[in-house]
């Protein structure tokens, strides 16, 4: 049964909602397993962060270990990231996939990805999630953030701190330098 009340102190409850549980049970005249494992990757521990450059491929394996068949590899992924086909490693009981990611400017910032893995039986390996932070790394004029953006000196702006900025705006030619102006041909200033 589950009751909300008015405030801490109230015995009366405003609502009473019943709880019930579906429990299926199955018969097998097989031993449980313990479900799939996850290989120990370095740069896919559950909990890590992981910088991936803005606009450069990024590529990483999962590989799980099951005495079963595998069946699935399931991923909740940012948006582009793709992920190959199941496939058995041969002569082992291993089972891959391969991620593979290609930024945008617009997913500059932090990412969650997670995953796991099924086998036949339905058991499942444990979830793990790491952060995926897409960075920009050729800040010109600046430092990269925590969060991967550029944080650009005193008289830069643009993506990667490639843009000079001019006060005033330069009329007649093209800000090269923070308020320093080339002139077009015949103009002087």
Known sequence: QIEDFTST???????????????NVYSSSSTCGSGPSL??????????????????????????T??????????????????????QVPNTFDWMVTLSWTPEYS???????????IDNMELSSELRCVTL????????????TECGTCQCDTGWTGHNCSKAICKPHCENGECVLPDTCSCDSGWTG
């Not at 997913?107 to 893995?117: E, L, N, V, W």
């Not at 932070?133 to 990269?144: F, K, N, P, Q, S």
Request: glycine share 6%; proline share 5%.
């Open 39 to 64: 290989s120990c990757s370095a740069t896919l521990q559950d909990g890590s962060v992981v910088y991936v450059t803005v606009g450069l491929l990024w590529q990483e394996s999962i590989v799980a």
């Open 66 to 87: 099951s005495d079963q068949l595998v069946a699935e590899i399931v991923t909740v992924s940012p948006l582009g990231l793709t992920k190959s086909s199941l496939q």
């Open 133 to 144: 932070i897409v960075a920009i790394y050729d800040c010109l004029h600046g430092r990269v």
């Open 107 to 117: 997913q500059i910032g932090p990412h969650i990805f997670c995953f796991s893995a």
């Open 9 to 23: 102190t109230s015995s009366v409850p405003m609502s009473s909602v019943p709880l019930q549980f579906l429990v």
